[in-house]
């Protein structure tokens, strides 16, 4: 009786493990800033598994946050894509531990206002100037932490530049609060999910956020709209190099190139800095290193 009910309990156990997927190639480990979710969790992401037989397993933050787990050890990855080239460089050399010796900025994508269509102030978007609007009583505007992620530290920087062009001393304190006003600061990767949720009304974002999620926009003059500046590239003792540089040969080739354009940032030709002599042999020519 014994000996049936362990054949049993052993077949079973044969039938589930054919029910389960075989193991899928090398995980490759991707920090990400957190305006890049839609594009990589549903574009990249699944494209380069089919690509390669890798696997991407992406995690999204504010890149000074996640420049911050990296350099203090909180974070192993293989892989860096930053909004800003100015935290690559904060973990350059000894004190960061030498966690980055090169970077490539490969697209960019400039800041605008994006709003809730069926907020009660959509119609006011399309027919008074944005900075009026963001001053009208009882909107509710979203926006990142300047501490943790570049996209809230433009924003500043918008505002700032908005007070000068229109000549409005005092804009940014009406509109924004203090830098960090808890009543508006929101984790890069949520703000947009808050905005089509109707928890706010309005907010600032990149071009390749709202294009991703159909969100409407308003335009901001190029002279005046800050712009995210994205960057790759692979960690020191990344615990999976070969995935990591099939990842990013991946992401700026063809294939990638194709779908972080319909994403809607706007492309670069892959432009180095740091060490060159730092970058994988296989990576070179397509980041113009020298051979």
Known sequence: MLERLVRSCWLALLALAACQPAFAGTPVNVLYAGSLVDVMEHGIGPAFDTASGDRFRGYA????????????????????????P???RRLMGPGAAESVRWYAVFAQSPLVIGYDASSRYAHSFATMPWYRVLQQP????GRTDPQLDP?????LRLMQRAEQRYRLPGLAQRVLGDP??????LPEEVLVGRLQSGQVDAGFFYSTETAAAH??????????????????????????????????RFLLGPAGRKRLERSGLQLRTPALQGDPQAVPTELRRLLGAPG
Do not use: C, M, W
């Open 138 to 141: 009882g909107i509710r505007i």
């Open 180 to 185: 960090e006003n808890p009543a508006q600061v």
């Open 215 to 248: 969100i409407p926009t308003v335009r901001l003059p190029v002279s005046l709209a800050p712009t995210a500046r994205y960057t790759v590239t692979i960690l020191q003792g990344a615990p999976h190099p070969a995935a990591a540089r099939a990842f990013v």
């Open 86 to 88: 100015s935290v690559n």
């Open 151 to 155: 996209k809230g530290e433009l924003t």
């Open 61 to 84: 933050g504010g890149s000074k946050l996640l420049a911050n787990q990296i350099r203090s050890g909180l974070r192993a990855a293989d892989v860096f894509i930053s909004a800003v």
